[in-house]
């Protein structure tokens, strides 16, 4: 007996040093950020440029992106209006942008219709921040979102929903 309790408090021993001790960047939470409300943290991503990515001119060549803390700056293609990202689901996802009819469309997998919903300015600085959208991404497939602008960049924030909420 005495060596089965040993054994199970040598379990649970690593199994805490696991959890507790985890290095894994992903596992940590970052302090700056817990609690606050995903609108007024895009805020504060204005003026930022963040990560450089490039929209792909077709669907089928659109560059992955993700949730991310900080913004992303997207160069659309050369000669074109419309390029094209890729997000992963499911997801709650939040995704902000300074003008409004940047994005377009959203098209789960190979379908062809969109399943964008109706975007609103950012409550929290809507001047800065003029549209946003609530992205249940409920399918664990790739999501293709279309932009549209004659601006040769789009600047645009993909965060978590989780916290997210409107004043009544």
Excluded: K
């Amino acid at each position: 007996m005495h060596g089965a309790t040993v054994g199970i408090f040598a379990a649970l021993g690593l199994a805490a040093a696991a959890v507790g001790c985890g290095s894994n960047a992903s596992d940590e939470v970052d302090t700056e950020t817990a609690g606050e409300d995903p609108g007024e943290h895009a805020c504060e991503q204005v003026g930022t440029t963040g990560s450089a990515v490039t929209a792909a001119a077709d669907r089928d060549a659109a560059q992955r992106i993700t949730s991310s803390e900080q913004p992303y700056t997207v160069t659309m293609p050369a000669d074109a209006v419309t390029g094209y990202l890729v997000i992963q689901g499911p997801a709650q996802a939040l995704l902000f942008t300074r003008e409004v009819g940047e994005v377009t469309a959203l098209y789960e997998g190979t379908a062809t219709d969109s399943v964008l919903p109706q975007g609103s300015p950012n409550q929290y600085c809507p001047d800065d921040l003029a549209e946003h959208f609530h992205l249940d991404l409920e399918s664990p497939s790739d999501y293709t979102i279309q932009l549209t602008s004659a601006a040769d960049t789009v600047w645009l924030v993909l965060l978590s929903g989780e916290g997210h909420t409107h004043e009544a």
